[in-house]
């Protein structure tokens, strides 16, 4: 099946720093990647949408300078968290939809996510 | 927007059955989601429907009504690993929006 990693899967980090997530498709294209974020006994909240080759969406309120998101290849999409504070720290997870299929909606599939601590 | 509401917390006895009920507000719809998250983990697929009625697969059934803006996951012959959030979604243009999830825990 299609398979998402993330790396790394955990990071704890000082304040003010940069922090960079990856997320790979190993097995499949993918057009668009979805960033999430998940505070504590909270659901997932859409960040942005990334789409190869252009530049990501982000949703409302989700700063796009201080949540860099880069998606330079078909298997690949990167966020980083610029100057990082405390109240960034969460669960990052990223899923990718493949291309085609006779159900596309069904294609996306979820990384296994990236615990950010900013101290 | 989307609005999705689920309780927040259900137990129930190992061999029980339990359902999680969702409801959603929402300015469009492609579909609605059941996902499995374990505490610190990524959510697993459990089921997809767009149309109404029933689907079954396994010890699990989701069940959907368009008109009423309302789902239900239906678990059966619950295990202990049955333990962990249950996540409704709803995707339009293929973005999902979560609810905020039910956490159920599966007691001896």
């Known amino acids: 099946g299609a398979v998402v990693s993330q790396h790394p899967s955990r990071v704890i980090c000082k304040s003010g720093t940069s922090v960079k997530i990856e997320c790979r498709s190993l097995d499949f294209q993918a057009t668009t990647m979805f960033w999430y974020r998940q505070f504590p006994k909270q659901s997932l909240m859409l960040m942005a949408t990334s789409n190869e080759g252009s530049k990501a969406t982000y949703e409302q309120g989700v700063e796009k300078d201080k949540f860099l998101i880069n998606h330079a290849s078909l298997t690949l999409s990167t966020l980083t968290v610029t100057s990082a504070h405390p109240e960034d720290s969460s669960f990052y997870i990223c899923?990718?939809?493949?291309?085609?299929?006779?159900?596309?909606?069904?294609?996306?599939?979820f990384g296994p996510g990236t615990r950010l601590t900013v101290l | 927007g989307q609005n999705i509401d689920q309780p927040t917390e259900m137990t129930a006895t190992e061999g029980a059955i339990v359902q999680i009920n969702c409801t959603y507000q929402t300015s469009g719809f492609n579909g609605l989601f059941w996902y499995q998250q374990h505490a610190g983990e990524a959510p697993t697929f459990l089921s997809y429907?767009?149309?109404?009625g029933l689907e079954e697969k396994g010890r699990f059934s989701s069940f959907l009504s368009r008109s009423k803006g309302y789902s239900y996951l239906l678990l059966k012959e619950l295990q202990m690993k049955d333990s962990a959030s249950y996540l409704c979604a709803v995707i339009r243009d293929y973005k999902l929006s979560f609810g905020a999830g039910t956490t159920v825990t599966v007691r001896a």
């Open positions: 429907n767009v149309l109404d």
């Open positions: 899923s990718a939809r493949a291309e085609g299929g006779l159900a596309p909606v069904l294609e996306q599939f």
